[in-house]
């Protein structure tokens, strides 16, 4: 007799030695850089902070080689879902997130710095999508403290 198995489960991925290690965050001194930005569509000083945000990273030894704003909430749909990310995975939409890698490779920088706190799964996703180390600069502060 058969059993009835569940179509929608799914392997449980557990931490292993299979599984690769959490990027290291690298030094960001001397350093390329892309500066990636999460807004709201009614955020009116985006580019002072994003300026803020390169400032901080120029004193630390850093260059900014770019800078990517990703907009939530332009529309009156968009505002209501203001607090939840494009995607749980990168918290970008995809196409922003092609943009993103696409500039991190035209101008070959060595990281991608996230104005807003990465989880470490989603530090593993975007390294692994956007082909260099996606670091939060908040977590990056705390570490260099």
Same mark, same amino acid.
């Given at each position: 007799?058969?059993?009835? /198995?569940?179509?929608? =489960? %799914?392997? #449980?991925?557990?931490? &292993?030695?299979?599984?690769?290690?959490? +990027?290291a965050?690298?030094a960001?001194?001397?350093?390329?850089?892309?500066?990636?930005?999460?807004?709201?569509?009614r955020?009116?000083?985006?580019?002072?902070?994003?300026?803020?945000?390169?400032?901080?990273?120029?004193?630390?030894?850093a260059?900014?080689?770019? /800078?990517?704003?990703? =907009? %939530?909430? #332009?529309?009156?749909? &968009?505002?209501?879902?203001?607090?939840? +990310?494009?995607?749980?995975?990168?918290?970008?939409s995809?196409?922003?997130?092609h943009?993103?890698?696409?500039?991190?490779?035209?101008?070959?920088?060595?990281a991608?710095?996230?104005?807003?706190?990465?989880?470490?799964?989603?530090?593993?996703?975007?390294t692994?999508?956007?082909?260099?180390?996606?670091?939060?600069?908040?977590?990056?502060?705390?570490?260099?403290a």
């Amino acid at each position: 007799m058969q059993q009835n /198995r569940r179509r929608d =489960r %799914r392997p #449980v991925r557990r931490a &292993g030695p299979d599984r690769e290690p959490s +990027p290291a965050a690298p030094a960001l001194e001397g350093a390329d850089v892309v500066l990636v930005g999460f807004f709201s569509g009614r955020q009116k000083d985006v580019a002072s902070v994003m300026d803020a945000a390169a400032d901080e990273l120029s004193r630390r030894g850093a260059r900014v080689v770019g /800078r990517v704003v990703q =907009r %939530r909430g #332009v529309s009156a749909g &968009g505002a209501a879902q203001m607090s939840l +990310p494009y995607s749980s995975r990168t918290l970008l939409s995809y196409g922003k997130v092609h943009e993103t890698a696409a500039l991190c490779a035209r101008t070959r920088a060595e990281a991608a710095v996230f104005l807003w706190s990465l989880t470490e799964r989603q530090c593993r996703v975007l390294t692994r999508m956007l082909g260099v180390p996606a670091v939060s600069l908040d977590t990056d502060t705390d570490e260099a403290a």
